[in-house]
């Protein structure tokens, strides 16, 4: 029975190795999951201004005012 134990015993630990192995690295990579979120969000929100940005830059272009700088129709 001495052996079975000793057995269990080295199975039990090669397993809680593991397990911790696999918990660090499942932080790991929730952390740059976090960060890639982060950038991924500051970088939707610079796209967003650059698209009004373009867009009023076009407008300018087309119309030769912008949209903040139009007189009312009975100017």
């Known amino acids: 029975m001495s052996t079975d134990y000793k057995q269990i015993s080295a199975r039990v630990d090669e397993l809680e190795t593991r397990l911790a192995f696999q918990e660090d690295t499942l932080a790991e990579l929730n952390d740059v999951i976090a960060a890639q979120d ?5 970088l939707v929100q610079r796209v ?3 698209t009004e940005k373009y867009q009023d830059l076009s407008f300018e272009v087309q ?3 912008s949209p903040g700088e139009e007189k009312p129709p009975h100017y």
């Not at 982060?38 to 500051?42: D, E, M, N, V, Y």
Request: proline fraction near 0%.
């Open 38 to 42: 982060a950038q991924i969000r500051a």
């Open 48 to 50: 967003k201004e650059m």
């Open 63 to 65: 119309k030769g005012v």
